[in-house]
């Protein structure tokens, strides 16, 4: 599905959450590209915007357009090349937020669907038993509403748009999702409520354990470092090689 139109959010230009002379952590808003597209007009970008103001930045992992929250960059090429391996080995843990449709019977859960790009009708993915790349997700149901309800997701592989097409399996698709909530779910809300609210990663030169929070406008009353406590929650996989996408 080509973009037909690209209005990103303005203000702030750019919120940065953490700096130093190896790493560039933000709080990128739903609406901005990750990464330039193809097209001109769509060189606005979260990379775009860090390039600007540290000119030898590198784009280690990405957030689809839609979704909110923590972005992390090399300061320059040997960091970039450390934090790459960082991401491949699965070394950083995340932890999103998301609203869906409905009321999840269960509590807590992991999803295990082999995920693979449903090709005639990209970006979408899609279930595949059969050439789908291994997928996982550990689930947590924080508050139920009457029509929504609040999940912890904690992605353990990084499939591209892995926690919106695993809640969707689920049978509660995030609301505000172009692409795979149902009618209701998309017209509750004008964003897609998906929030990469935490990342914890190894300090590129120095090795010290890093962990950054960004708020979340649909939880705001969101908890510090809920990383921390449900580590075991977020401890990535061993036997699966994941992607650095996973919104």
Known sequence: ??????????????????????????????????????????????????????????????????TSGVMAFAAHKEAERNLKAQFRDRIPTKLYYAEVW??????????????????????RQKVCFEHGKPSQTHYRCLHTFSLTSLMALYPLTGRSHQLRVHMQSLG??????EFYACPDALAYTHRLHLHA?????LH???????????PCDFYPQMPNNRLASDYQLAAPLTTTTADAQTS
């Open 172 to 177: 509660h698709s995030i609301v505000g999702d």
């Open 102 to 123: 409905g009321q999840p019977e269960s509590h807590e859960g992991i999803i295990d669907l082999p995920l693979i790009c449903d090709w005639p009708n990209r970006p």
């Open 197 to 201: 609210a935490e990342l914890s990663l």
């Open 1 to 66: 599905m080509a973009m037909t139109e690209y209005h990103p959010p303005t203000d702030p230009w750019l919120d940065i959450l953490y700096q130093d002379t190896d790493l560039v952590v933000i709080n990128k808003p739903s609406g901005l590209l990750a990464n330039p597209g193809r097209n001109p007009e769509h060189y606005d970008s979260a990379w775009s915007r860090v390039k600007a103001e540290f000119p030898s930045a590198e784009l280690v992992h990405r957030l689809d357009m839609s």
């Open 204 to 214: 590129p030169a120095t090795g010290e354990t890093m962990h950054f929070q960004a």
